[in-house]
């Protein structure tokens, strides 16, 4: 298992200088990755910052992490700039970084802006973007025809660093199941589950057994259970007790997680109190 930190891209970490830092703490203290949301808008109104910019502060900062955003609501950017700036930052940190995707969770940060509102249809523009982004990264002439996109013979170059490219994991909600068919096309999986109020809740270790089981089950129907594949699973350890710590990801290992995240946010208290949890490094196993 490895093992990740995840912060937001609003209030406190809206300073790229300040998550610069953090990434250097991270790193130090033997973390193996950083991720960043990618939000709009909160209510209350909180400051933002683009996530890309973060990302790229990351990787300026960091010589070894793995960093990426978990993830970007690809319907509302356009594929084939998501396509680039991934490519650019591949090649900027020496092939470290891991692309998260999903369909998005907020609508108000869709409609507040004039973007699709309807999760059906931002579903069928993610499969589509999903195509053109993996076209795009070949660096041969690419065209596609799809409801959403539309291309003819466009070629984006350089190729990925990463090859066979740059690792593209999926955010799906258990226990639905479409959402685990299409992450199992690609290299990883976030599996959420979302209370009613839209909010995460927590998985169990069973979720997790039978997120793996599902998985492995789609790729062996299209030829792909013996390729690598990764399953996150995210949640707080206490930081002051190692041992308890252990324990609660060792359970999720032996389920089959492969990377622990471990929620770095308000619920942690103060900045002060979040950096103080990066710094006494993950719960390793």
């Given at each position: 298992?490895?093992?990740?930190?995840?912060?937001?891209?609003?209030?406190?970490?809206?300073?790229?200088?300040?998550?610069?830092?953090?990434?250097?703490?991270?790193?130090?203290?033997?973390?193996?990755?950083?991720?960043?949301?990618?939000?709009?808008?909160?209510?209350?109104?909180?400051?933002?910052?683009?996530?890309?910019?973060?990302?790229?502060?990351?990787?300026?900062?960091?010589?070894?992490?793995?960093?990426?955003?978990?993830?970007?609501?690809?319907?509302?950017?356009?594929?084939?700039?998501?396509?680039?700036?991934?490519?650019?930052?591949?090649?900027?940190?020496?092939?470290?970084?891991?692309?998260?995707?999903?369909?998005?969770?907020?609508?108000?940060?869709?409609?507040?802006?004039?973007?699709?509102?309807?999760?059906?249809?931002?579903?069928?523009?993610?499969?589509?973007?999903?195509?053109?982004?993996?076209?795009?990264?070949?660096?041969?002439p690419f065209?596609?025809?799809?409801?959403?996109?539309?291309?003819d013979e466009?070629?984006?170059?350089?190729?990925?660093?990463?090859?066979?490219?740059?690792?593209?994991?999926?955010?799906?909600?258990?226990?639905?199941?479409?959402?685990?068919?299409?992450?199992?096309?690609?290299?990883?999986?976030?599996?959420?589950?979302?209370?009613?109020?839209?909010?995460?809740?927590?998985?169990?270790?069973?979720?997790?057994?039978?997120?793996?089981?599902?998985?492995?089950?789609?790729?062996?129907?299209?030829?792909?259970?013996?390729?690598?594949?990764?399953?996150?699973?995210?949640?707080?350890?206490?930081?002051?007790?190692?041992?308890?710590?252990?324990?609660?990801?060792?359970?999720?290992?032996?389920?089959?997680?492969?990377?622990?995240?471990?929620?770095?946010?308000?619920?942690?208290?103060?900045?002060?109190q979040m950096?103080?949890?990066?710094?006494?490094?993950?719960?390793?196993?």
């Amino acid at each position: 298992m490895r093992y990740a930190i995840d912060i937001p891209n609003f209030g406190a970490f809206a300073d790229v200088r300040l998550t610069a830092d953090v990434a250097r703490d991270a790193e130090a203290a033997g973390w193996d990755a950083v991720w960043v949301w990618d939000h709009h808008m909160r209510d209350p109104a909180d400051p933002h910052a683009d996530p890309w910019i973060l990302l790229t502060a990351i990787a300026l900062a960091t010589e070894r992490i793995r960093f990426g955003p978990m993830v970007t609501p690809l319907a509302r950017r356009r594929p084939w700039d998501v396509a680039k700036q991934a490519v650019t930052l591949d090649h900027l940190s020496g092939g470290r970084l891991t692309l998260g995707l999903g369909n998005g969770s907020r609508n108000r940060e869709f409609t507040a802006f004039g973007d699709e509102g309807d999760l059906r249809t931002r579903a069928a523009m993610l499969d589509e973007g999903l195509a053109v982004i993996d076209g795009l990264w070949t660096g041969r002439p690419f065209s596609f025809a799809g409801e959403h996109y539309r291309l003819d013979e466009a070629t984006s170059l350089p190729r990925p660093m990463q090859q066979p490219r740059i690792p593209i994991w999926l955010a799906a909600t258990w226990p639905v199941r479409a959402p685990f068919r299409r992450a199992a096309r690609w290299d990883g999986v976030w599996p959420l589950r979302r209370s009613p109020d839209g909010t995460s809740a927590p998985l169990s270790p069973d979720d997790i057994r039978g997120v793996c089981s599902t998985i492995a089950e789609e790729r062996a129907a299209t030829g792909r259970e013996s390729a690598p594949f990764d399953v996150m699973v995210d949640g707080s350890t206490p930081g002051d007790d190692p041992a308890r710590a252990a324990a609660t990801t060792s359970e999720f290992a032996e389920a089959g997680a492969t990377w622990w995240t471990e929620r770095i946010n308000t619920s942690r208290g103060s900045l002060e109190q979040m950096r103080r949890r990066i710094r006494q490094g993950p719960p390793k196993v």
